[in-house]
């Protein structure tokens, strides 16, 4: 059986996942009004990912006999500068995220909940290699800076990512 401070921990990070969905659906929607369809794929994957992860919690939850309580999901950003200022926007986000895991491993760690916390180290693990993919199309952003041709490059490399569903926990 899950404590109440650890099923409120997860029901706030299950927000905190679903936010992330929602962050990217509407980058998503962002590089369609660009029309650039590599990155739209991008963050196809990306939302489908954050659904995933999600999901995990909400199955997790009830797995331990806890009470799942879904609230609302804040408004997303719906314009950015340049696809620069929104990878540089993406890369902030997911350290946040990396940092509401660390808490929420914290709770676990308080509630002397092993289970969860072994649980836990699939997400922490996912926000290193997040983290890092981010940080790896950002890196190219910056070097592209003005160069449209260089940009369609990049969009054509993003068009071949594929959303795998992970295997969580
Ligand atoms: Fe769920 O990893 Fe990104 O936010």
Redesign the pocket.
Same mark, same amino acid.
């Given at each position: 059986m899950i404590s109440k401070e650890m099923e409120k921990a997860f029901n706030d990070q299950i927000n905190a !996942?679903l936010y992330?969905e929602y962050l990217y659906l509407s980058m998503q929607a962002y590089f369609s009004r660009l029309n650039l369809q590599g990155f739209v794929n991008w963050f196809t994957v990306q939302v489908q !990912? &954050?659904h995933a =992860?999600a999901m995990g919690m909400f199955d997790y939850v009830h797995e331990r006999g806890g009470d799942v309580r879904l609230m609302a999901i804040d408004a997303p950003q719906t314009d950015w500068e340049s696809p620069l200022a929104c990878f540089e926007h993406v890369l902030e =986000? &997911?350290q946040l995220?990396t940092s509401k895991i660390n808490a929420l491993m914290d709770v676990a760690e308080n509630e002397r909940d092993r289970a969860a916390l072994s649980f836990l180290d699939w997400y922490l693990k !996912?926000?290193v290699e &997040?983290e890092s993919n981010v940080g790896g199309v950002l890196a190219t952003l910056k070097l592209i800076k003005d160069d449209a041709n260089a940009l369609l490059l990049l969009d054509k490399d993003l068009a071949a990512r594929t959303f795998v569903q992970p295997v969580i926990g």
């Open positions: !996942e992330s !990912e &954050e =992860h =986000h &997911e995220v !996912e926000q &997040e």
